[in-house]
């Protein structure tokens, strides 16, 4: 098992035999100079060369936390379109639209899931006015034996009618063993003036549901 944080993980060297046959050497490519004549490789070696160069594709595709991606979808307008979701149930009050946004894991887990949802309903009734997402994503990936999972955090800034808001996300956008994972796992949305009592390292923060501070639940 293993995961990627941050960053790409730095592909194994690949490993070939050169034209006598040594294992470890670079495969020799033909220099096209005057004078070479009768120099060739046989379809066969070839063949056998792409082979390896796909390969060697493949495994740094499946180790890379950017590589697939980049060609596959956008993890930034994935989350800008979650939250977009989020401010519209929010709007609209909608306490059933939202839950559907959460995975069946979050909502298993959170204990108090419509008492939290009421809470944030009442907490957050201004006019938004706009909103910006607060720096890059944190995307983790994680492979195991064949099974695929991807972790996305993301913040952002709201603005609205009448005070400064912030938010915090953390989604499960894939899971190919556990599929239920698959959505929303966490939903904090705080006033930015209270953001060195509520707010702290998204490890701190991953907790299932909406947050709710404790002088809310009593």
């Known amino acids: 098992m293993f995961h990627v944080k941050h960053a790409t993980r730095a592909p194994r060297r690949a490993v070939f035999s050169d034209k006598c046959g040594s294992a470890g ?63 519209a149930s929010l709007k609209s009050k909608d306490k059933e639209a939202l839950k559907s946004l959460f995975s069946k894991k979050a909502l298993k887990e959170s204990i108090q899931i419509d008492e939290e949802i009421d809470y944030l309903f009442n907490f957050f009734q201004d006019e938004v006015l706009s909103w910006t997402r607060n720096g890059g994503l944190i995307v983790d990936l994680a492979m195991d034996h064949g099974n695929r999972i991807k972790e996305t955090k993301s913040f952002f800034d709201i603005d609205t009618d009448k005070q400064k808001y912030i938010a915090f996300i953390l989604e499960y956008n894939e899971d190919t063993a556990h599929p239920e994972n698959v959505g929303l796992y966490t939903l904090r949305i705080i006033r930015a003036e209270d953001e060195e009592t509520q707010f702290g390292y998204w490890p701190d923060m991953k907790i299932p549901g909406v947050y709710r501070p404790e002088e809310a639940q009593k």
Do not use: H, W
């Open 25 to 87: 050497a670079p495969i020799k490519a033909p220099v096209c100079r005057k004078g070479c004549e009768g120099f060739s490789l046989s379809s066969g070696r070839i063949l056998e060369t792409l082979k390896k160069v796909i390969v060697v594709i493949l495994f740094i595709t499946s180790c890379s936390k950017r590589l697939p991606f980049m060609f596959y979808n956008d993890d930034g307008t994935i989350a800008d379109k979650r939250f977009e979701q989020i401010l």
